[in-house]
C-alpha cells in the first residue's frame, strides 16, 4: 500500500498549490479521502474529506472557498487544490485513505507527507 503526496513547495500569501495523492495497493474507489496538515508545533488536523464517489465533501472552516477537493477514481488520485493561501496555511500535509464499516474504521492508510510553506 502506497499514497504518494507531491505537489508542495513555497508559495507566496495569496498564491495557489495543487496537491496530488497518487494511491496504490488498495482498492482506492472504495475508500473516503481526507488531507490533513500539521502545523509546527500543532497536532494534525484534518482539511478536507471526500467520499468514495465524490458526493460528499468536507471542509474545515478554515479553508473553505479557498480549497477544493477532488478525485479521479480511474487513476486512484486525490488532489487538493489551495488558492489564496495564507501564512497561517502553512504546514506538512498528508493524504489519508479511510474505509468504515458501521462506523468502525476497518482499513486507514497515510502518505508520507509534504511541505507547504506560505511565505513571503
Known amino acids: 500500500v502506497q499514497l504518494v503526496e507531491s505537489g508542495g513547495g513555497l508559495v507566496q500569501p495569496g498564491g495557489s498549490l495543487r496537491l496530488s495523492c497518487a494511491a496504490s495497493?488498495?482498492?482506492?474507489?472504495?475508500?473516503?479521502m481526507k488531507w490533513y496538515r500539521q502545523a509546527p508545533g500543532k497536532e494534525r488536523s484534518s482539511v478536507a474529506v471526500i467520499s468514495t464517489t465524490g458526493a460528499n465533501i468536507n471542509y474545515a472552516d478554515s479553508v473553505k472557498g479557498r480549497f477544493t477537493i477532488s478525485r479521479d477514481n480511474a487513476k486512484n488520485t486525490v488532489y487538493l487544490q489551495m488558492s489564496n493561501l495564507k501564512p497561517e496555511d502553512t504546514g506538512v500535509y498528508y493524504c489519508n485513505a479511510i474505509r468504515k464499516n458501521l462506523g468502525i474504521v476497518v482499513n486507514e492508510y497515510w502518505g508520507q507527507g509534504t511541505q507547504v510553506t506560505v511565505s513571503s
Open positions: 495497493g488498495f482498492t482506492f474507489r472504495t475508500y473516503d
